[in-house]
């Protein structure tokens, strides 16, 4: 029960990480509030995890909307009492060089992943800081925010912005005890993750893997480990950091 006591917010709570990473919290103690922009799918996935016991409520989202960052914030101290982590995770995919990408693709996908996570980050600081009790954001940055990855120049400038992004939170607010990290994940099992690689024999499959150290993509649940290990008291001297959980494609 490593989060016990703690209250989370996760956007993009509705599926991939955000849903795998909500039933781990919730089953390690937190109350989790689910905010996606699919209110039907952040229900669900709230409905699931009070069902199984949990504390959870949701809310329909739009992180790129101040209005609606603020509001789904606002609705989860309402609902628990206080804020104490931040799991901004909501993000699209997006294809295209910086000739082909299409300006609208560009801008999206900078307001989803930058925008979105500087609006949560916001919105919830203030009710972290009037704690007293410190807190955690974890952000999602991308092994694509560290490397060149061919054709997605939008999605590996935003991932790169997330890993910027954080360092400087995490100089603002240790002063406040909060600790403000990002995970960057390579190619993992998710929704997301199988709609880059559908369409894909078995042997583009297999030369993809071949990437990887570890010769496989990566699974939601070693992702949700990583950001429980970043969100609960075990990193409590941890802050600023990307964690890599990539199976060592950086490394090579």
């Known amino acids: 029960m490593q989060l016990q006591g703690k209250v989370a917010i996760i956007t993009g709570g509705g599926s991939g990480f955000g849903e795998v990473t909500a039933r781990l919290f919730a089953h390690e103690g937190a109350s989790v509030m689910l905010a996606d922009i699919n209110g039907n ?9 009070v069902a199984e016991g949990g504390q959870a409520g949701w809310a329909q989202c739009d992180v790129t909307s101040p209005a609606s960052a603020e509001a789904m914030v606002q609705a989860a101290h309402s609902q628990f009492g206080h804020v104490d982590i931040l ?6 995919e997006g294809f295209g060089t910086v000739v082909t990408t299409e300006e609208n693709l560009w801008d999206r996908i900078f307001a989803v992943h ?20 410190g807190g955690s954001i974890i952000n999602v940055s991308s092994v694509a925010g560290l490397v060149g990855i061919r054709n997605m120049t939008a999605y590996s400038a935003a991932k790169g912005a997330i890993i910027s992004l954080t360092r400087s939170m995490a100089v603002d607010f240790a002063p406040h005890g909060i600790r403000v990290n990002c995970v960057a994940p390579g190619t993992t099992m998710t929704p997301m993750g199988h709609r880059l690689v559908e369409g894909d024999t078995q042997e583009q499959l297999a030369m993809r893997m071949s990437r990887y150290p570890l010769n496989r993509f990566g699974r939601p649940e070693e992702i949700a480990n990583s950001v429980l290990f970043l969100a609960a008291d075990s990193s409590s001297y941890v802050t600023g950091s990307c964690l890599v959980v990539d199976g060592g494609l950086t490394a090579v």
């Open 41 to 49: 799918a952040a229900h669900s996935v709230a409905n699931s995890i």
């Open 114 to 133: 930058v925008r979105g996570a500087y609006l949560c980050s916001k919105y919830a600081l203030p009710f972290m800081i009037a704690s007293g009790n």
């Open 87 to 92: 799991f901004n995770n909501a993000g699209i």
